[in-house]
């Protein structure tokens, strides 16, 4: 678009480069380098060109001086072959670090490509040509249906023409990664045409089947960078050096990134702001680390002094018997209002707590506490709830979490000072995150379509299952790492494992009905821990690294461990938990309580509407749970047998429960006379659905290693036969269409389609809203009813799937919102006439915790 010349700046003496426009200048092109000028020249970064001003010739056309650099553009690096795998990633770090402030400053550049980088003698990577960046606050220069960039490194939505965010240039620095490694773009045809139809349809060639000696990892990234769903991309461009750091670290080859300059050149001030979060303002500076520890020891010597003076003692009783010595404890309530908390650290000087509160129905925020207080002082942060704090006085935070299950919550790892400011966005779906020692880097917990994962650092994995992992906690020398493994995703029950930084792993104490809450004791030789196996109630309990284990504290009700600090004091979180069934039966005008025993859950509502399905969770249910039958008319419950409730057969003969182990049993309970039948499956079964004929089942899991998936599995015996790709499967109750042709699965950024059981093309479903997942179908097949789970107030739509209208079926809101779950599903009948729905409530009590040793 433009013609650049070297020249000689007169009075300061240089060589610059000078840019015009190729064509006359009309009133865009004025715009448009007048737009250039002031997006590059408010950039101030090592790995971005240096814009010196913007003047124009006396005929009236107008030029950008820009620094000169000897070297070359990667271009030209490029066509005398691939480069070696380390170069390319030094090169793409660099690109990285440039485009992240830039976005931090609202820029995106929307022309990333090979001809746009230099790379200058001394190695140093230079972005040029800000020439079609559109600053993200600005009047968009581009009208609807106009793409500016090149094509073949253009992201899908920007060849569609809509409107772009920084995530297109993300795109773009994955497509240059693969070419700096293939020697060819990853997206090539005979014209710009059909180039832009293959980018937005087809997936590249594999860069491991183009080259030798390329890492898995290194393959994932890339594709990741180039996701065409923008929502499936990296978030944010400065977590890919990290992941290509991790990828190195992996694959031997640490040093390549080994200089500051070539992973993250100058960390950016901020990141593009999230859509509820607003960004910081410019010219706010950055805290340094002697400034943050003289503000940390004001606010603490500030606390305590408005402590002092409000007299609040805030000691309550606390019933709690001790069994490790004759001395009592002492416990100390830190918490008075109605909500819940889920996780509490010490800060680093054992005295004030940081936890993270869900106030009165309000999202989760973080708070500052000490001891003799009522009151706790908000944290200036966005809603988020707290992962851990380092020895450094930072915390990691979890930005806008989301329920996935009533135990567990995801949402965007970023780390905060503890006093509040702009957080630093790292990683998008992070469960959980605990600092090392020194507070240099943090483990994670995710999910991923193969499992679960606990990764030290980001992107290695130290320790995988098919369940899901919770409360991971270094240990204080930072050689191991203990946590919780749960062999049945959104279940407790599970094992105290270890698992060390080369990956070995020990189960340190197994076989418990329930267990939540770990941490290292004081002198770092034992694992504390609360649980409970049988019908007992919750304790504290240690375990040493040799697995003997002993019982330090013994409790009526619910004893969450938080937290121990190095003076033995002790967080502990105890929990209310209020389970509710709520059912609209059968020609009844009102909703009405339908709970059942001391904690259950409805699993399944007939086609009629005449009889739920439970599982009871609670004592007396057995350490496989129980299922019962119950009607919706009312009277007690019918206990069918063991296992976890998920369907009625279509005759109303049997249920079908679930009991996991090696190998997973499916047993078919009779609900009148007869005797239990099982059928063994080797995959590691989340759901199960029955088939309108009766003779099949629908099953929801994977095979070990494997993605999750949903399978057909027939009655008279024979293999589980797969008919969705892995990472795509069944997340409702009632998936299967009337005809028994078609079953609901959903994938990745929870988008939904129907999924032909013989095979062939998944159909879109016309009208699905962004996160809304269908729940059944309408008797005719003509019709879903969609839900959007974990909100308040939940609503349910009508999805007509020929016009894609929808119409509003139901919303529920409860009156009081303190402590209240979100809801997952509603469970309907084909007419939307009956239908039961759980609803949870859990108030957290926050105690310290003294003499417990």
């Known amino acids: 678009m433009g013609l650049v010349y070297k020249a000689q700046d007169l009075r300061l003496d240089r060589l610059v480069a000078l840019k015009f426009l190729r064509d006359n200048p009309g009133e865009m092109d004025d715009r448009r380098l007048f737009q250039e000028a002031r997006a590059a020249s408010a950039l101030d970064h090592p790995n971005i060109c240096t814009v010196f001003d913007i003047d124009e010739t006396p005929e009236g056309q107008r030029f950008i001086v820009m620094a000169l650099y000897e070297g070359e553009t990667l271009k030209q690096k490029i066509q005398r072959g691939p480069l070696k795998i380390s170069e390319a990633l030094e090169i793409d770090a660099q690109i990285a670090a440039g485009l992240a402030q830039a976005h931090a400053r609202g820029i995106v550049h929307r022309d990333i490509k090979p001809s746009n980088v230099v790379v200058t003698s001394d190695g140093q990577v230079k972005i040029l040509d800000f020439g079609v960046a559109r600053l993200m606050d600005a009047t968009r220069l581009t009208q609807t249906g106009i793409a500016l960039g090149t094509v073949a490194y253009m992201s899908p939505e920007q060849i569609r023409g809509e409107a772009v965010d920084h995530r297109t240039d993300i795109w773009s620095l994955g497509v240059v990664l693969y070419e700096m490694i293939a020697g060819r773009p990853p997206f090539r045809a005979g014209d710009d045409q059909t180039t832009a139809w293959v980018i937005q349809f087809q997936q590249p ?3 491991t089947a183009l080259r030798t000696g390329v890492p898995m990892e290194l393959e994932r990234i890339v594709m990741k960078a180039m996701a065409k769903d923008p929502s499936e991309r990296y978030q944010h461009v400065d977590e890919i050096p990290v992941d290509l750091r991790a990828c190195l670290r992996l694959s031997g080859s640490s040093a390549a990134l080994s200089a500051p300059t070539t992973i993250v050149a100058t960390p950016p001030l901020s990141r593009p702001p999230a859509p509820t979060v607003a960004p910081p303002e410019p010219s706010l500076p950055r805290r340094s680390r002697t400034s943050t520890a003289f503000l940390l020891a004001g606010a603490a010597t500030l606390l305590l002094a408005l402590w002092i003076a409000l007299g609040a003692t805030g000691r309550v009783p606390f019933p709690l018997p001790t069994t490790a010595g004759s001395k009592l404890p002492t416990f100390e309530l830190l918490t008075f209002r109605r909500g819940t908390i889920r996780t509490a650290r010490f800060s680093p000087d054992g005295q004030t707590v940081v936890f993270g509160a869900a106030w009165d129905g309000e999202p989760f925020r973080i708070f500052l506490t000490r001891p003799d207080s009522p009151q706790a002082t908000e944290v200036e942060l966005p809603p988020a709830d707290l992962l851990s704090v380092s020895r450094k006085g930072e915390t990691a935070i979890s930005i806008a979490p989301r329920m996935e299950g009533a135990l567990m919550m995801s949402g965007l790892l970023a780390r905060a000072p503890l006093l509040g400011g702009a957080p630093r966005e790292m990683q998008e779906n992070v469960r959980e995150a605990d600092w090392t020692p020194e507070g240099s880097d943090l483990l994670v917990v995710r999910s991923t379509a193969a499992g679960e994962h606990l990764e030290f650092p980001v992107g290695r994995v130290l320790y995988e299952t098919s369940g899901y992992i919770s409360h991971a906690r270094f240990s204080p020398d930072g050689q191991r790492i203990a946590f919780l493994a749960h062999p049945v995703f959104a279940d407790d029950r599970g094992d105290v494992a270890v698992v060390d930084l080369q990956g070995r792993h020990t189960t340190l104490s197994a076989g418990w009905s329930s267990v939540r809450g770990l941490a290292w004791s004081p002198n770092g030789k034992e694992v504390w821990f609360t649980g409970m196996k049988g019908g007992e109630d919750f304790a504290l309990y240690g375990v040493s690294l040799a697995g003997r284990e002993r019982t330090l504290l013994t409790s009526p009700g619910s004893m969450i461990l938080l937290d121990v600090a190095s003076s033995g004091k002790i967080l502990l979180n105890r929990e209310e938990q209020v389970r509710l069934t709520t059912v609209h039966a059968p020609g009844e005008d009102e909703e009405r309580d339908f709970t059942w025993l001391d904690l259950s859950a409805a699993r399944f509502i007939s086609d009629d509407g005449r009889h739920v399905l439970f599982t009871h969770f609670g004592h007396g249910s057995g350490a496989d749970y ?9 009277g007690p419950g019918i206990r069918l047998g063991e296992g976890e409730a998920r369907a009625i057969s279509p005759d109303g003969r049997w249920a079908a429960s679930l009991v996991h182990g090696t190998p997973t049993r499916i ?3 009779p609900t009148g006379a007869g005797q239990a039948q099982v059928l063994t499956t080797p995959l590691a079964l989340q759901s199960i659905h029955w088939f309108p004929d009766g003779r099949r089942l629908l099953l929801v899991g994977r095979e070990r ?16 036969r797969p008919i969705t790709p892995e990472g795509v499967y069944s997340v409702t109750w009632s998936p299967i269409s009337p005809d ?10 929870n988008r939904s389609a129907l999924y032909p059981v013989d095979g062939g093309k998944p159909r879109p479903i016309q009208g699905l809203a962004p996160g809304e997942v269908p729940s059944r179908w309408t008797a005719d097949g003509r019709a879903l009813f969609v839900q959007r789970s974990y909100q308040v107030p939940f609503e349910i739509h009508r999805l007509d799937l020929e016009s894609g209208r929808r119409t509003l079926w139901k919303r529920i809101r409860p009156a009081d919102l303190a402590g209240v779950i979100p809801f997952r599903e509603v469970l309907l009948t084909p007419d939307g006439e009956a239908y039961v729905y759980n609803s949870e409530r859990l108030y957290s009590h926050l105690y310290l915790a003294e003499g417990i040793r």
Request: charged share 15%.
């Open 667 to 669: 047993l078919f309970l």
């Open 626 to 634: 129980s299922v019962y039958l119950r009607g919706t008319a009312g």
């Open 205 to 207: 060639e594999p860069l």
């Open 705 to 720: 290693g494997r993605g999750m998936r949903s399978y057909v599995q027939e009655l008279r015996g024979g293999q589980p």
């Open 740 to 749: 028994g042709k078609l079953v609901i699965a959903t994938g990745l950024g």
